[in-house]
């Protein structure tokens, strides 16, 4: 990594870069608010934040956009706590599956149009619900209880520390495949239900998911995580080789999902404090190293590649928003965490890389992906649909790694409260 001196104090303690991001977080839910379905849940949005109304409603996209709602609210954002309400309401209803249990993966306007029920879903369900029902939203604890139930019933095996990936309709037939998708998306999950419910259990889960995942298949390869399983959590190195550019099953080596699982061991060692084991830290700069030695302009131009090859190759080399935003948390995390300049210098040239390729004035949100050359693209993704990894970019430099966003923001150790005040201790 890189060594480089900057000037100045850090940029996350400057009041105007404060009020920069603070500026960015609502012009993102400025443009969200277009969301909501008048049918329930939140539509997928265009290039231009038009809702696309004849399209399903996912719940994924629905959880993500409750969760920010409710941290609009909690920032004192007008209009915020009703569109959280929104999407409680469509979780509760319309995504919910009333016959056989959890979620749907998406819901037509001829209903349900899969019938599986994946892990990936139901953990961005307990994260919507945790944060709602930090922000006090009606119906939201119900909705947790409900939702940390299914997971638990469903998709938690205690033997293996580790979810499940994916039911059929009814819950009766497990799919052989393992993933890491959706335990990384259940750690950010059962940090914030712990937070909210009081319960270690879910602090704990939060743990073993990580030890095995982190500190056991990716430092085990080097750094370059394995995503894909098969049911008895053998490595799978060649799964999806014929769709390299899926969205979440992608083939290789995931750039952003190693800054995710970086910022993600930051996070559970705050909130585990001097009970945190002393490699959450030393995993957490290794994977970000990794992250940076393989993905940051490693093909000729400027940005991340989504994914490599086993060898360190850029395999998918489309520029994706959320690959960014991950970098830049976990940049400001690990600044936060050892006061290292090397971070600083990331973070800093990572915002200028943004504000200068991704953020559209014009559109509005994220430019979600560009091709090679840095140019809009939809190879992977089309049109902005959520602006949950975004909007979470510009909260976490302000905010203390523990407790999880919204309970933070609940108990006013948000950006208007004196940095001095905050019990960061924690985290160090």
């Known amino acids: 990594m890189e060594n480089t001196q900057f000037a100045g104090p850090k940029w996350t303690t400057l009041p105007s870069h404060r009020a920069w991001l603070a500026e960015e977080c609502v012009r993102l839910l400025d443009f969200a608010m277009a969301s909501a379905h008048p049918d329930g849940g939140f539509a997928w949005l265009d290039d231009n934040g038009v809702a696309l109304l004849d399209q399903p409603v996912h719940t994924y996209i629905t959880s993500r956009m409750t969760h920010v709602f409710s941290l609009g609210q909690l920032l004192g954002l007008p209009g915020m706590g009703r569109l959280a309400d929104h999407g409680v309401a469509a979780l509760s209803g319309r995504l919910r599956d009333l016959e056989h249990g959890g979620w749907f993966t998406a819901v037509g306007p001829n209903g349900p149009t899969a019938g599986q029920k994946r892990a990936y879903e139901h953990a961005f369900v307990v994260l919507a619900a945790s944060s709602a029902a930090a922000a006090g939203r009606d119906g939201a604890a119900r909705l947790l209880s409900d939702a940390l139930a299914v997971v638990e019933e469903q998709f938690w095996v205690e ?143 400027e940005g991340f590649v989504y994914t490599v090859d086993w060898d360190g190759t850029p395999v998918v080399r489309d520029r994706l928003h959320w690959v960014l935003t991950e970098a830049l948390g976990a940049a400001a995390a690990l600044g936060g965490v050892t006061d290292d300049p090397r971070y600083e210098h990331w973070y800093r040239l990572w915002w200028d890389h943004a504000a200068a390729l991704f953020l559209d004035p014009v559109g509005g949100s994220w430019r979600h992906e560009l091709d090679p050359r840095n140019r809009p693209a939809a190879t992977v993704w089309s049109g902005k649909p959520d602006v949950y990894h975004a909007l979470q970019a510009t909260i976490i430099p302000v905010l203390p790694l523990a407790p999880t966003f919204a309970t933070a923001l609940a108990r006013e150790l948000g950006p208007g409260v004196n940095a001095d005040a905050r019990p960061r201790s924690a985290s160090r």
């Not at 799919?175 to 259990?201: I, K, Q, S």
């Open 159 to 301: 033997e293996d520390g580790l979810l499940v990936d994916e039911w059929d309709e009814q819950f009766r037939t497990l799919d052989p495949y393992r993933g890491v998708n959706a335990n990384m998306h259940a750690v950010e999950a059962f940090l914030a239900a712990a937070d909210v419910t009081g319960l270690a259990l879910w602090r704990d889960r939060a743990l073993r998911i990580v030890e095995r995942v982190v500190h056991g298949f990716a430092r085990s390869n080097s750094w370059s995580l394995p995503e894909h399983f098969d049911s008895s959590w053998q490595a799978l190195p060649d799964y999806n080789t014929s769709d390299r550019a899926h969205q979440f099953r992608p083939y290789g080596v995931t750039i952003g999902h190693l800054m995710e699982w970086a910022r993600l061991a930051l996070h559970l060692r705050a909130a585990l404090g001097p009970a945190a084991p002393d490699w959450l830290l030393a995993d957490a700069e290794s994977l970000f190293g990794a992250a940076v030695r393989l993905g940051w302009s490693v093909d000729g131009a």
